[in-house]
Structure formats: structure tokens, C-alpha cells
């Protein structure tokens, strides 16, 4: 299964964003849409899966909801907005992060792109950063991987100036 993760798109959707996912079979978005329409255009370019993001309105909360707790090609994963990262996680994830028992936690709300392995907990971290133009970050980004056998293979990170 070939994956493509972002984040913090803000209602920001583009042709480099398009390229970069073109050979993935799903798009796994870590919340702030912005807004239902462009999560519509993200669903009709590549299967979506996303949860919500503290930006993201009633109508966005309605269809995806705060977490998505599921398995892909062997590999449990954990995906929640606002969840931190090894050594900082927000208050209450680290409980249902335990209880889930992932292999892979997402995360997105910081617009910083981070891919950190938690040795005490023994999941992978990933973070896409923002992939919208919104926020502090100066530079764009997303990344895309493949799952087989429930292990992650040919990461890769995706680069884009922010205007």
C-alpha cells in the first residue's frame, strides 16, 4: 500500500501537492482541512482518510471525526490532530495511544515535519508538517511511504516553498 500523509493544508490543495501524491493508492490527511470543500477535493483525487483538526468547522467535525484508529497492509495506526511526539505527548494521548497499541502514530498541529521512533513505547512517530500555505512555516511539506507486511519501506519527503 502506498501512502501519501499531510497536514495543515488550511483550505490549500495545489498541482505540486497533486504530483507529489500522483502514485499513491491513499492520502492520510492529520487534520486542518480548512474547510469541506477541500477535503471533497483531496477524497476525488485519492481515498481519504483523515481525522479533524482544531481549525476544522461543524461541517468538516461531522465527516471525520478526532481520531481514526485502523490497519493498513499489517501495520496498526493512530491518527489524531493535536497529539504531540515522544517525550511530549499531549495530555491524555499517551493513555489511548497505550490502549490502541499502534505501530504508527500520526500526528499533525505543529507544522513541523518530524519522523521519530519512540523506543520506550515501540511505535514510529510521523508528522507531515503543513502542506498549506497558513501558519508560521516557511516551508511546505508532506511525505509518502509504502506499507507491506506491516512495515514501512521507500519513505520520502516532499519540499515546496511556501509561496
Not at 81 to 107: C, D, M, T, V, W
Request: hydrophobic share 40%; net charge neutral.
Amino acid at each position: 500500500m502506498k501512502v501519501g500523509l499531510l497536514s495543515d493544508t488550511h483550505g490549500f490543495f495545489d498541482d505540486k501537492l497533486m504530483r507529489f501524491f500522483n502514485d499513491v493508492d491513499e492520502l492520510w490527511h492529520a487534520g486542518d482541512i480548512g474547510n469541506i470543500e477541500t477535503a471533497d477535493k483531496i477524497a476525488a483525487f485519492k481515498p481519504l482518510r483523515s481525522v479533524h483538526g482544531n481549525i476544522d468547522g461543524a461541517n468538516v467535525r461531522i465527516v471525520y471525526p478526532r481520531i481514526q484508529i485502523f490497519t493498513c497492509a499489517g501495520m496498526n495506526v493512530f491518527m489524531v490532530h493535536i497529539g504531540g511526539y515522544p517525550g511530549r505527548y499531549e495530555n491524555g494521548i499517551l493513555n489511548e495511544l497505550k490502549e490502541a497499541k499502534p505501530q504508527l502514530f500520526i500526528s499533525g498541529h505543529s507544522h513541523i515535519l518530524k519522523v521519530i521512533y519512540d523506543k520506550k513505547n515501540d511505535w514510529l512517530h510521523m508528522n507531515p508538517g503543513a502542506a498549506g500555505i497558513s501558519g508560521f512555516h516557511q516551508v511546505r511539506t508532506a511525505i509518502r511511504f509504502t506499507i507491506e507486511n506491516g512495515e514501512i519501506k521507500d519513505l520520502e519527503i516532499g519540499e515546496w516553498k511556501r509561496n
